[in-house]
């Protein structure tokens, strides 16, 4: 079946970096667009960065652009998310999950990144 | 991008129905067949319920559907049952290969 477990979540700095990673499983994953989703405490979920099936193409949410990366690397069936300059509006769990017409058919549990000093 | 606007709540008794409203623009909702709707609960993964407006994956109830006029997209839940309990997020796509997701309604089975 399919499966996407996020790592990588943890306390940081403000300023700082963190790589995220979503392992998948369970499905050719060169054949999908992945996405990244989070959530910030008490509030609902916003969508963040897409990268289409071969890695050719990548879209980001305006208030990450320049700061985040998302990437793949199909020989290890994995996702990330390079997030650079970390502010306490990033703070949120972070979801992956996979892309299918037009919606996002498959979601991991979530790795929660905190952002604080 | 703004978020979809959707009721903060909705409630129902078992078996009852209930209606979520999921609005948008004429640049999401409005212009666009790719509205989805996803279920979650508190700690665990989303599920997505509903895609392309009204199309189910496979294994969701018939209890569930979808439609859209216009700007607004509607989720309705019928016979409601407790582990409905849960909140409940719309999503549209919104152009140049953007997302966006509904503020999200808490539904309460009573």
């Known amino acids: 079946q399919v499966q996407l477990v996020e790592s990588g979540g943890g306390v940081v700095q403000p300023g700082g970096s963190l790589r995220l990673s979503c392992a998948a499983s369970?499905?050719?994953?060169?054949?999908?667009?992945m996405h990244w989703v989070r959530q910030a405490p008490g509030t609902g979920l916003e969508w963040v960065a897409l990268?289409?099936?071969?890695?050719?193409?990548?879209y980001y949410t305006e208030s990450v652009k320049g700061r985040f990366t998302i990437s793949r690397d199909s020989s290890k069936n994995t996702l990330y998310l390079q997030m650079n300059s970390l502010r306490a509006e990033d703070t949120a769990v972070y979801y992956c999950?996979?892309?299918?017409?037009?919606?996002?058919?498959?979601w991991g549990q979530g790795t929660l990144v905190t952002v604080s000093s | 991008q703004s978020a979809l606007t959707q009721p903060p709540s909705a409630s129902g008794s078992p078996g009852q129905s209930v209606t979520i409203s999921c609005t948008g623009t004429?640049?999401?909702?409005?212009?666009?067949?790719?509205v989805s709707w996803y279920q979650h609960h508190p700690g665990k993964a989303p599920k997505l319920m509903i895609y392309?407006?009204?199309k189910r994956p496979s294994g969701v109830p018939d209890r569930f559907s979808g439609s859209k006029s216009g700007n607004t997209a509607s989720l309705t839940v019928s016979g409601l049952q407790a582990e409905d309990e849960a909140d409940f997020y719309c999503?549209?796509?919104?152009?140049?290969?953007?997302?966006?997701f509904g503020t999200g309604t808490k539904v309460t089975v009573l």
């Open positions: 999950a996979r892309g299918y017409s037009g919606c996002l058919d498959c």
């Open positions: 369970g499905f050719t994953f060169s054949n999908y667009g």
């Open positions: 990268i289409w099936y071969d890695g050719s193409k990548k």
């Open positions: 004429s640049s999401d909702v409005g212009g666009y067949n790719s």
């Open positions: 392309d407006v009204n």
């Open positions: 999503s549209s796509y919104a152009a140049s290969n953007n997302f966006v």
